[in-house]
């Protein structure tokens, strides 16, 4: 298997939490350097995982000659990164979202194409457990066709981070969006074609969106109903309900598991429907009982994508990236549309006055 050598860029909370633990646990990577401003950061990463460490990318990138950087940084470091990666001869794979915005995404993939590296972005919610469990459900059409995907995400915090600032591509649209967005459209398999959204800045401390509010309608039909709440005192529950022409599926969190309900169409009974102005008997509904059936399905039953496994193939030139390029480039175009339709409804400006 061939080992590569690897850098990673940003020794916050995913580079630290994720990326080195994976890459230190994966037989196909060489932790070959690491790189983050603070002196502090760089010490513990030399002291726990014995590796070279700097202070920029362009000394570590002269004196490791890596095969892959992978960038964890603030996103709007990623853009610079990547193209000093690529003439630099490496691969580059970068956490999401892969830039602030459309544009400067595809600066990056015009500087991978120009290079010719191979560019990647980690977008894990289409991965997650509770996300391959439900396309395992999807596949077997319980609940009929798909017309509507509820999704949510709910806390109350002070953001108070770099992600805090638009001028830094923070905001909870480029930061959870680009989970749910991409996991939700993974769901549906279709195109967004519709989008509409609205942005507020509310409990953050700073000036970009706590508060996102998404509706998609995607190509083959599908409404994608998103919210992402970081001022929200009660959680809005269930984070996912699937809706299909004839049952519907929620996660239930605390029993960790897909609950399923639905009925088989072939088993309604008869029913004609009126044709005069005069509702028969006065009544409200016909009354009828539908064969409800019940099902739930527990996700630690399925395994998550192991994305650093998959990802192995993709950069030794032997396998498919766990997400296409021209998926993450979409992802991009969507959020974009999002800030385009929201226009300037973010409330908050950066003097902490609200407008
Ligand atoms: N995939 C996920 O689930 C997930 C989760 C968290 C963050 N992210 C993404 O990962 C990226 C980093 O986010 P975070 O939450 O870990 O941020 P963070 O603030 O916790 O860490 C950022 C790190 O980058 C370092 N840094 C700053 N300037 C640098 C530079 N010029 N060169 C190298 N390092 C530099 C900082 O010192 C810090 O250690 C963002 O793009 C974010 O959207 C993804």
Not at 33 to 59: H, I, N, T, Y
Not at 92 to 109: Q, Y
Not at 301 to 308: L, P
Not at 334 to 349: E, K, M, N, Q, W
Request: hydrophobic share 40%; charged share 20%; proline share 5%.
């Amino acid at each position: 298997m061939k080992h590569l050598r690897t850098v990673v860029v940003g020794l916050g909370r995913i580079g630290w939490q994720f990326h080195l633990p994976q890459i230190d646990s994966h037989e196909g990577y060489l932790l070959s350097g690491v790189v983050d401003p603070l002196s502090d950061r760089l010490a513990e990463a030399a002291d726990k995982f014995g590796v070279a460490a700097f202070p920029d990318l362009p000394s570590c990138l002269r004196q490791v000659l890596p095969d892959l950087v992978v960038l964890a940084s603030p996103t709007p470091l990623h853009a610079e990164q990547a193209e000093m990666a690529f003439a630099a001869g490496c691969d580059v794979f970068t956490d999401k979202p892969m830039a602030p915005d459309l544009a400067t995404a595809d600066r990056m993939i015009a500087a991978a194409q120009h290079h010719g590296r191979r560019l990647t972005v980690y977008q894990p919610e289409r991965g997650s457990r509770e996300v391959v469990c439900l396309q395992s459900i999807l596949a077997q059409g319980l609940i009929g066709d798909v017309y509507m995907i509820k999704h949510t995400r709910t806390q109350y915090t002070r953001r108070e981070d770099w992600q805090a600032w638009r001028r830094h591509g923070g905001g909870m649209l480029n930061n959870y969006g680009a989970h749910l967005l991409d996991a939700c459209l993974h769901v549906a398999g279709g195109k967004a074609e519709k989008i509409t959204c609205h942005l507020r800045a509310i409990a953050t401390l700073g000036d970009a969106d706590d508060v996102v509010k998404v509706v998609i309608e995607t190509q083959n039909g599908i409404l994608l109903d998103i919210d992402i709440n970081m001022a929200s005192a009660q959680p809005m529950l269930p984070r996912w309900h699937i809706l299909g022409s004839h049952g519907s599926l929620q996660l239930d969190d605390e029993a960790h598991a897909w609950r399923a309900r639905w009925f088989d169409p072939a088993e309604l009974p008869p029913l004609t429907v009126q044709q005069g102005l005069a509702a028969t008997a006065r009544r409200y509904g016909s009354g009828e009982k539908f064969p409800w059936q019940e099902a739930t399905f527990p996700v630690s039953e399925v395994q998550e994508v192991d994305y650093y496994g998959r990802s192995h193939g993709y950069f030794t030139g032997t396998g498919e990236a766990v997400v296409a390029l021209a998926e993450s480039r979409e992802l991009m175009r969507v959020l974009d549309a999002c800030r385009t339709d929201a226009g300037g409804s973010v409330a908050r400006t950066e003097d902490g006055s609200t407008r």
